[in-house]
């Protein structure tokens, strides 16, 4: 195709000559509208992205856990070598009284349930069941008057565990097995040493001369036939002396006493031998003073 065009330029007429001569196209006038322009988006400037801080890892710290109290186990291999007692501590009284433990030296005393202690402690001292008077092999247990007043005259017995099996587990008044005893003295609270040594007890027989009246003291005994018996406390007064309780290598004892007007536990020594008295040792008081503490049982 020939295209020949030719531009009128008073009327602005561009005449395009092709197949069909003519044809004209007119451009004048209106002017034809522009195609729209694309509306420009708004495109926001990048922002700059900050460089994350990396923050150290920290493991918060807690606090010491405050520590558990491990149940106590009221028995003799989880209490071994420490000390059983009834206290007026943390509100107990003379009737009703609270049960506590404590190491041989006075230290770390502990709470107790009072049920669980006092089934415990009824284990250890039962005179029928327990082992504070019973002689290691468990032929012969030693006993105390059963209806003691306190004054008067109060003696202790030895029986044979089996031939005086139906004595034993009565609460008949004992007759026979004389060990020791003094007119018109009080002895009481018999406990045999687990060594089988010494037969431990409470008694005002034997006072000494420096002393105005007879008081409690505890006493030791081979357990014969006429026994030795040695004096290991000093006491010139307080009427409640007693209650005492073999360590567990039977070395020591634990006992009771009001010397100071409260009662409070003591240990002392027994000594390796027959000579061994109060003139060689001295009592310890391991009480607080600030409650009355009675009935020691050494755990062993």
């Known amino acids: 195709m020939v295209i020949v065009a030719q531009l009128d330029a008073t009327r602005q007429v561009l ?5 069909t001569p003519g044809v004209t196209v007119v451009m004048g006038g209106t002017p034809l509208p522009l195609p729209p322009s694309p509306t420009p988006t708004f495109t926001s400037p990048p922002t700059d992205t900050a460089t994350p801080t990396l923050t150290p890892s920290i493991t918060p710290t807690r606090g ?31 009737f009703r009284p609270n049960w506590f433990i404590m190491n041989p030296d006075g230290t770390g005393i502990q709470p107790l349930d009072n049920a669980a202690a006092e089934a415990f402690a009824i284990s250890l001292e039962s ?34 565990t089996t031939l005086d099996a139906a004595l034993i587990n009565s609460n008949e008044d004992i007759s026979k097995g004389q060990w020791f005893g003094s007119p018109n003295a009080v002895a009481k609270d018999p406990v045999w040493s687990p060594t089988g040594q010494y037969i431990a007890f409470a008694s005002n027989h034997d006072p000494g001369t420096e002393c105005v009246r007879k008081s409690m003291n505890i006493f030791k005994g081979t357990p014969t036939q006429n026994p030795t018996v040695r004096r290991l406390t000093h006491f010139c007064s307080g009427g409640n002396v007693g209650h005492p309780s073999f360590s567990g290598d039977g070395s020591m004892l634990v006992f009771e006493a009001d010397a100071d007007g409260l009662r409070q ?36």
Not at 15 to 19: L, P, Q
Request: hydrophobic letters at 30%; one cysteine or more; aromatic letters at 10%.
């Open 15 to 19: 005449t395009i000559y092709g197949v």
């Open 64 to 94: 010491p856990r405050p520590p558990t109290a491990t149940p106590i186990a009221y028995s003799r291999g989880a209490l071994a070598g420490k000390i059983l007692f009834k206290s007026t501590r943390n509100g107990g009284s003379l």
């Open 127 to 160: 005179e029928a069941f327990g082992i504070e008077n019973l002689e290691p092999g468990g032929q012969r247990r030693v006993f105390g008057e059963r209806r003691c007043p306190g004054i008067g005259t109060c003696l202790l017995y030895i029986l044979d």
């Open 265 to 300: 536990l003591f240990t002392v020594q027994v000594g390796a031998d027959d000579t061994f008295d109060y003139r060689q040792t001295q009592e310890q008081k391991i009480s607080d003073g600030q409650s009355n503490d009675w009935d020691p049982l050494w755990v062993k």
